[in-house]
T-cell receptor, first 113, second 114 residues
């Protein structure tokens, strides 16, 4: 069974649309993360949740809104995005604060038109 | 802001050759991880190094953490086409309130030709 799953795998949306990305981890981890991966830029950490509480927001624009209803699920709600937001959005999880290995999902390839 | 620089950015070699990828920073990290990412997939953890000077081997891959915990290298012996992918290093800056925070390097894109 795949440890971290993400849906959808591909998404094309207009700038006025509202959509959500979903991440689910089956590893029993307590921390979950959203990353953005753009061409020619390093992986950028967007949000961190630990025990369902947001603990980090790396100056991400408000058009990105995360939600963590429980320790296994993480959402990224998108609205009024810009073309420069097109990227691969990766979800990851780690066991807890003491464990540094992160396990990534396959990502959602987002294209904003 | 901590910066991890990887070199080279791109590497194209023939099957059987050896190669080394470098990951450098001016900052000290609690630990450093190496990931490999294939097209259409997320990064997959290869190894974590924690102690300065530590060397870990994973089949034909040898990972080393610098004595000062600021840099790391990945050496691949007798590369194979299956080694093709994007290699990412990530330094861990421990935040007791937020779990671990990873700073990623820009990656080295490796292509091994048969």
């Amino acid at each position: 069974e795949t440890g971290v799953t993400q849906t959808p795998r591909h998404l094309v949306m207009g700038m006025t649309n509202k959509k959500s990305l979903k991440c689910e981890q089956h590893l029993g981890h307590n921390a979950m993360y959203w990353y953005k991966q753009s061409a020619k830029k390093p992986l950028e950490l967007m949000f961190v949740y630990s025990l369902e509480e947001r603990v980090e927001n790396n100056s991400v624009p408000s058009r990105f809104s995360p939600e963590c209803p429980n320790s296994s699920h993480l959402f990224l709600h998108l609205h009024t995005l810009q073309p420069e937001d097109s990227a691969l959005y990766l979800c990851a999880s780690s066991q807890d604060q003491a464990r540094y290995e992160q396990y990534f999902g396959p990502g959602t390839r987002l294209t904003v038109t | 802001t901590q910066l991890l620089e990887q070199s080279p950015q791109f590497l194209s070699i023939q099957e059987g050759e050896n190669l080394t990828v470098y990951c450098n920073s001016s900052s000290v990290f609690s630990s450093l991880q190496w990931y490999r990412q294939e097209p259409g997939e997320g990064p997959v953890l290869l190894v974590t190094v924690v102690t300065g000077g530590e060397v870990k081997k994973l089949k034909r891959l040898t990972f080393q953490f610098g004595d000062a915990r600021k840099d790391s290298s990945l050496h691949i012996t007798a590369a194979q086409p299956g080694d093709t992918g994007l290699y990412l290093c990530a330094g861990d800056t421990r935040n007791n309130n937020a779990g671990n925070m990873l700073t990623f390097g820009g990656g080295t894109r490796l292509m091994v030709k048969p």
